[in-house]
């Protein structure tokens, strides 16, 4: 059923190493932890032996917004069983992932901001206590007036949620690049919609859980947990806590997926770490699904206004664009999400002049942050739609309104992105085909249709969060007597498989079976920093490291076998196994190479690293690091859909996806995360949204929080495009995220082709779809009575 | 909360245990069992992630009280492979990358064991239906379809 295959595209020289298709690299390969998680011994956060463990639970507001007078927990640490009660008082400082925006305490202090928020938390020897303990905390709020949408809190006399920002604006950003009223002005055809976007949530599908330990003896703690990101994690801690960085050890074990729900600390893991010290112990917390929905930092409920202005011939003369995201209660990557509403929005063709006006609104609602397709999704749907309207109303094939548009690289965006590798041409003439597009559309049955819509995404971002002039990845290797080579990294494989990656990489440049390769991931104590897993950074960024740490061993073990061999490193032929004198029949297999190689230094550590170049980390106006990256990954997709008009249900029958990924150093994994991408952008396509009362979330299960099941997932086409970027490792770019954008302005351009609709506001659900039925009906039904003739709809389009 | 034994089967092997009456089937299995294979990715009910099998069919631990396992027979992920080596369903899910994250997975998979066992050449849609209470966030279903009918010989 499912149809995979691969293409090359042109695209300029690489200096990575030239590879048509490895021994390894390229090859499906199974993931190298999978037998652990089919069997069921890889041990997630929850799963780990932790021997004496105190239970730690957390208390939540049951206000929206408001004053903490008093928090009073005499009574709780009376209770038999209790170990610790803390507040937001036991924390030494503020948090957020942004440094210059850390406005957001573990546990809440001075005021709370969002239903949920927690504000106090206890350890105890078992569950019971521990809920007794809670029940026994007195908490004494203030009411303030709250706020839960962005226009409310954006209101004149609204109360400020944060000292510092007038208005609850978080970030405003105002962009312009190029002429933007000359361009309307040279435009044919200029039209303006709006949409709206519902709030989305991760869903992943592991509860959040932390352990901590603490050792009053030495001062010293270790938490392991479902973190995407440790490095930050450990950052978090030591400044949270108060605690020396090099006191704490941060582990992440098997990780449950994330999809950004992790990319930043989250509170939970802060408390049970202040926990662990407070009560000189383990303390364990395991998070109920609720939790996890007012924990949140998804996608951001959404306001979009959007003109542009178009060539008779599709060109895209100019872009005006205002987004409005009701960002919550704090920070976290807000000001990081509006920018890259604006950054992405055009980047994908070549645009002639744009304007973005963008607002993240502080609400009383749970945080907002990153979420798989991190602040372009909407916007993708805004400007995909937009395209095909006005293809429309010029009499435009949609897939003729896109290569009016294309880039040619290399190439400069106007915001100052570039772009070096550019797969979109394939990528549509893949979709066209396989979709049977010229032969299907317009011709299909009323009801059914067909939809275009392209999409782009960051091969991580190229500027860290943490700026700190370091390399942006760093691998080690050690090779010791026993032959075996093992990775050392940071970054960490939350389900993605990014150890599977970078194990395939290191055996292909040193030419040795994967059997070889061990992976250690992720544990402070004995692998190097690393930003972690966002951005669709780590295939990218630690693939690159990790190409030059084998390179690097593999000149040590060349040279030693060389000199054992007593010839120049230069005769000798790698083979991996064995080399060869070259010309010759001497050899040395792979453990005299490696007998060789420890003479006189013993165990061999390697290291390598990487950075983006100077030119890919963005222009020089404010905020223009967000959206630069090394690498862009391109996609193109076609959604063919069955709308029934009598209930408002949409059917997704089919989806042809192809990726532009550069080079798939895992083919099967490639396809795996583009099949996933495009689920996931049909379930906030389709169904998924959360809903508050009065800042109570309404769908905080999997049950009314409605993410697809396997009954109504359609069959996913999926054909990798390779346009071998010059500076991806091996010419790879990233194959998470990119394909998620399209998805949603696909299905709304299907569901105009299927019935005549077009829906500007999401998810497509039954009820939203029936009213914009009902809706035409009316205005047909006034238009039939007060004698208009029979002109278009303008909706039709 | 008082307790009483609990006598059952659990992966072929004879136990009694002295459980609560409100202990949950999950809970049993993964703390007093200590069989952390089987999952919780829900408040009760919602993913399919602790699915396990009860007398052959499948059940969510997290709705279950393991005093109602009296005398029955439970399988979890843990009994599938057979002296190191893995079933066929595990084979598939591992060959064909029906894991991503691995979290939804032994539920899936036990799922899939009670569909296969049952109808050992299922169709499409009879897969479909009998996984339709297993919550995947990673994989969009496709690869797991695939190895599922990949277990049951393509």
Same mark, same amino acid.
């Given at each position: 059923?499912?149809?995979?295959?691969?293409?090359?595209?042109?695209?300029?020289?690489? +200096?990575?190493? &030239?590879?048509?298709?490895?021994?390894?690299?390229? *090859? #499906?390969?199974?993931?190298?932890?999978?037998?652990?998680?089919?069997?069921?011994?890889?041990?997630?956060?929850?799963?780990?032996?932790?021997?004496?463990?105190? $239970?730690?639970?957390?208390?939540?507001?049951?206000?929206?917004?408001?004053?903490?007078?008093?928090?009073?927990?005499?009574?709780?640490?009376?209770?038999?069983? $209790?170990?610790?009660?803390?507040?937001?008082?036991?924390?030494?400082a503020p948090y957020g992932v942004i440094p210059i925006a850390r406005?957001e305490?573990p546990?809440?202090?001075?005021?709370?901001?969002?239903?949920?928020?927690?504000?106090?938390?206890?350890?105890?020897?078992?569950?019971?206590? &521990?809920?007794?303990?809670?029940?026994?905390?007195?908490?004494?709020?203030?009411?303030?007036?709250?706020?839960?949408?962005?226009?409310?809190?954006?209101?004149?006399?609204?109360?400020?949620?944060?000292?510092?920002?007038?208005?609850?604006?978080?970030?405003?950003?105002?962009?312009?690049?190029?002429? $933007?009223?000359?361009?309307?002005?040279?435009?044919?055809?200029?039209?303006?919609?709006?949409?709206?976007?519902?709030?989305?949530?991760?869903?992943?599908?592991?509860?959040?859980?932390a352990?901590?330990?603490?050792?009053?003896?030495?001062?010293?703690?270790?938490t392991?947990s479902v973190t995407q990101v440790p490095y930050y994690l450990h950052l978090t801690l030591a400044r949270c806590l108060?605690?020396?960085s090099?006191?704490i050890r941060v582990v992440k074990?098997?990780v449950?997926?994330g999809?950004g729900h992790r990319v930043e600390p989250l509170n939970f893991e802060l408390?049970?770490a202040?926990?662990?010290?407070?009560?000189?112990?383990?303390?364990?917390?395991?998070? %109920?699904?609720?939790?996890?929905?007012?924990?949140?930092r998804?996608?951001?409920?959404?306001?979009?206004?959007?003109?542009?202005?178009?060539?008779?011939?599709?060109?895209?003369?100019?872009?005006?664009?205002?987004?409005?995201?009701?960002?919550?209660?704090?920070g976290g990557y807000?000001?990081v999400?509006?920018?890259?509403?604006?950054?992405?929005?055009?980047?994908?063709?070549?645009?002639?002049?744009?304007?973005?006006?963008?607002?993240?609104?502080?609400?009383?609602?749970?945080?907002?942050g990153a979420?798989?397709?991190?602040?372009?999704?909407?916007?993708?749907?805004?400007?995909?739609?937009?395209?095909?309207?006005?293809?429309?109303?010029?009499?435009?094939?949609?897939?003729?309104?896109?290569?009016?548009?294309?880039?040619?690289?290399?190439?400069?965006?106007?915001?100052?992105?570039?772009?070096? @590798?550019?797969?979109?041409?394939?990528?549509?003439?893949?979709?066209?085909?396989?979709?049977?597009?010229?032969?299907?559309?317009?011709?299909?049955?009323?009801?059914?249709?067909?939809?275009?819509?392209? @999409?782009?995404?960051? %091969?991580?971002s190229?500027k860290p969060v943490h700026w700190s002039?370091e390399?942006h990845a /760093?691998?080690?290797?050690?090779?010791?007597?026993?032959?075996?080579?093992?990775?050392?990294?940071g970054a960490a494989?939350i389900?993605?498989?990014?150890?599977?990656?970078?194990?395939?990489?290191?055996?292909?440049?040193?030419?040795?079976?994967?059997?070889?390769?061990?992976?250690?991931?992720a544990?402070s104590?004995?692998t190097p920093k690393d930003n972690g897993s966002y951005s669709?950074r780590v295939?990218?960024? /630690?693939?690159?490291?990790?190409?030059?740490?084998? *390179?690097?061993?593999?000149? $040590?073990?060349?040279?030693?076998?060389?000199?054992?061999?007593?010839?120049?490193?230069?005769?000798?032929?790698?083979?991996?196994?064995?080399?060869?004198?070259?010309?010759? +029949? #001497?050899?040395?297999?792979?453990?005299?190479?490696?007998?060789?190689?420890?003479?006189?230094?013993?165990?061999?550590?390697?290291?390598?690293?990487?950075?983006?170049?100077?030119?890919?980390?963005?222009?020089?106006?404010?905020?223009?690091?967000?959206?630069?990256?090394?690498?862009?990954?391109?996609?193109?997709?076609?959604?063919?859909?069955?709308?029934?008009?009598?209930?408002?249900?949409?059917?997704?029958?089919?989806?042809?996806?192809?990726?532009?990924?550069?080079?798939?150093?895992?083919?099967?994994?490639?396809?795996?995360?583009?099949?996933?991408?495009?689920?996931?952008?049909?379930? *906030?396509?389709?169904?998924? !949204?959360?809903?508050?009362?009065?800042?109570?979330?309404?769908?905080?299960?999997?049950? +009314?929080?409605?993410?697809?099941?396997?009954?109504?997932?359609?069959?996913?086409?999926?054909?990798?495009? !390779?346009?071998?970027?010059?500076?991806?490792?091996?010419?790879?770019?990233?194959? @998470?995220?990119?394909?998620?954008?399209?998805?949603?302005? &696909?299905?709304?351009?299907?569901?105009? +082709?299927?019935?005549?609709?077009?829906?500007?506001?999401?998810?497509?659900?039954?009820?939203?779809?029936?009213?914009?039925?009902?809706?035409?009906?009316?205005?047909?039904?006034?238009?039939?009575?007060?004698?208009?003739?029979?002109?278009?709809?303008?909706?039709?389009? | 909360?008082?307790?009483?034994?609990?006598?059952?089967?659990?992966?072929?092997?004879?136990?009694?245990?002295?459980?609560?009456?409100?202990?949950?089937?999950?809970?049993?299995?993964?703390?007093?069992?200590?069989?952390?294979?089987?999952?919780?990715?829900?408040?009760?009910?919602?993913?399919?992630?602790?699915?396990?099998?009860?007398?052959?069919?499948?059940?969510?631990?997290?709705?279950?009280?393991?005093?109602?396992?009296?005398?029955?027979?439970?399988?979890?992920?843990?009994?599938?492979?057979?002296?190191?080596?893995?079933?066929?369903?595990?084979?598939?899910?591992?060959?064909?990358?029906?894991?991503?994250?691995?979290?939804?997975?032994?539920?899936?998979?036990?799922?899939?064991?009670?569909?296969?066992?049952?109808?050992?050449?299922?169709?499409?849609?009879?897969?479909?239906?009998?996984?339709?209470?297993?919550?995947?966030?990673?994989?969009?279903?496709?690869?797991?379809?695939?190895?599922?009918?990949?277990?049951?010989?393509?």
């Open positions: 059923m499912n149809d995979v295959s691969r293409a090359t595209a042109g695209g300029p020289a690489r +200096d990575a190493p &030239a590879i048509a298709q490895g021994r390894t690299a390229g *090859q #499906r390969t199974p993931l190298i932890d999978g037998v652990e998680k089919v069997t069921g011994r890889a041990r997630y956060t929850a799963d780990l032996p932790t021997g004496e463990t105190l $239970v730690g639970r957390i208390l939540r507001s049951p206000i929206a917004h408001g004053v903490i007078r008093r928090i009073d927990t005499a009574a709780a640490r009376s209770i038999p069983g $209790v170990r610790a009660v803390i507040t937001g008082e036991d924390f030494a406005n305490w546990l809440a202090r001075g005021k709370v901001r969002h239903r949920g928020e927690p504000v106090a938390a206890v350890a105890a020897i078992d569950e019971t206590s &521990a809920e007794a303990a809670l029940a026994a905390i007195v908490l004494d709020i203030e009411p303030l007036p709250a706020y839960f949408s962005a226009a409310a809190a954006r209101a004149a006399d609204a109360v400020q949620l944060h000292e510092n920002k007038a208005g609850n604006i978080e970030r405003e950003v105002d962009q312009a690049f190029g002429d $933007v009223d000359a361009g309307f002005a040279a435009a044919d055809l200029v039209r303006e919609r709006t949409f709206h976007y519902a709030e989305v949530a991760h869903g992943q599908i592991e509860l959040n859980a352990v901590a330990t603490y050792e009053p003896e030495r001062d010293r703690l270790t392991q108060g605690m020396d090099s006191q074990p098997f449950g997926g999809f408390v049970t202040a926990l662990a010290r407070a009560a000189g112990g383990t303390v364990k917390i395991e998070l %109920s699904r609720e939790d996890g929905f007012l924990t949140h998804g996608r951001p409920e959404t306001d979009i206004r959007l003109k542009l202005g178009m060539k008779k011939s599709g060109a895209i003369t100019a872009v005006d664009c205002e987004i409005v995201q009701r960002g919550g209660a704090y807000g000001l999400t509006i920018l890259y509403a604006g950054a992405l929005l055009h980047a994908l063709y070549k645009v002639a002049a744009v304007r973005y006006h963008g607002y993240r609104v502080y609400t009383n609602t749970p945080p907002c979420m798989r397709g991190h602040g372009a999704v909407d916007a993708r749907h805004a400007f995909e739609s937009l395209l095909d309207i006005m293809a429309g109303e010029l009499g435009l094939d949609p897939f003729a309104a896109r290569r009016a548009n294309l880039i040619v690289p290399p190439y400069r965006t106007l915001n100052d992105l570039q772009v070096n @590798s550019y797969g979109i041409p394939d990528c549509l003439d893949w979709v066209e085909q396989a979709s049977g597009w010229k032969t299907r559309r317009g011709k299909l049955p009323r009801g059914r249709g067909l939809g275009l819509a392209c @999409s782009h995404y960051v %091969s991580g190229a002039g390399p /760093v691998i080690n290797l050690k090779l010791d007597f026993d032959g075996g080579i093992t990775i050392l990294t494989d389900g993605q498989g990014s150890s599977t990656l970078l194990a395939q990489v290191v055996a292909e440049v040193l030419s040795v079976p994967l059997a070889r390769i061990r992976v250690i991931a544990d104590a004995l669709s295939s990218f960024m /630690v693939g690159n490291a990790a190409i030059r740490a084998a *390179q690097e061993m593999k000149r $040590v073990l060349v040279t030693a076998a060389a000199k054992r061999l007593e010839v120049h490193p230069e005769d000798i032929e790698w083979n991996g196994d064995h080399c060869r004198v070259a010309g010759t +029949d #001497r050899t040395l297999d792979f453990a005299g190479a490696v007998d060789a190689a420890l003479v006189d230094t013993g165990t061999l550590t390697v290291k390598g690293s990487w950075s983006t170049p100077p030119e890919t980390q963005g222009g020089k106006f404010r905020g223009a690091a967000v959206g630069s990256t090394a690498g862009f990954s391109y996609a193109a997709q076609v959604v063919e859909v069955v709308v029934d008009e009598d209930t408002g249900a949409v059917a997704v029958e089919r989806v042809w996806v192809a990726h532009d990924c550069g080079f798939a150093i895992n083919p099967l994994a490639v396809e795996g995360q583009v099949q996933g991408a495009v689920w996931m952008g049909m379930g *906030q396509a389709l169904s998924e !949204e959360t809903q508050y009362h009065e800042g109570l979330p309404l769908r905080p299960n999997m049950l +009314d929080y409605r993410v697809p099941t396997i009954v109504e997932s359609p069959p996913i086409e999926v054909k990798l495009v !390779e346009s071998r970027d010059p500076l991806g490792p091996f010419g790879a770019k990233e194959a @998470s995220e990119g394909a998620l954008h399209s998805f949603a302005p &696909a299905l709304a351009n299907a569901i105009c +082709d299927a019935i005549g609709i077009r829906l500007t506001d999401l998810p497509a659900s039954p009820d939203r779809v029936l009213e914009a039925i009902q809706a035409r009906k009316r205005r047909e039904r006034l238009r039939a009575s007060i004698g208009v003739s029979a002109q278009p709809d303008p909706e039709r389009h | 909360m008082t307790k009483r034994l609990l006598a059952l089967t659990v992966n072929g092997r004879m136990r009694e245990d002295a459980v609560a009456a409100n202990l949950l089937l999950l809970d049993y299995l993964r703390g007093t069992a200590g069989l952390t294979g089987t999952k919780q990715g829900c408040d009760g009910g919602e993913c399919g992630a602790c699915t396990v099998l009860i007398d052959g069919q499948p059940r969510l631990a997290c709705i279950t009280l393991a005093a109602a396992c009296e005398g029955r027979v439970v399988e979890t992920i843990e009994s599938l492979a057979i002296e190191g080596r893995m079933s066929r369903l595990q084979q598939a899910f591992h060959e064909k990358l029906g894991t991503q994250c691995g979290f939804c997975t032994p539920g899936m998979i036990m799922a899939a064991e009670a569909l296969l066992r049952r109808n050992p050449r299922p169709t499409d849609a009879d897969i479909r239906e009998a996984l339709s209470g297993n919550l995947c966030r990673c994989t969009g279903y496709v690869k797991i379809i695939e190895s599922v009918q990949a277990a049951a010989g393509g």
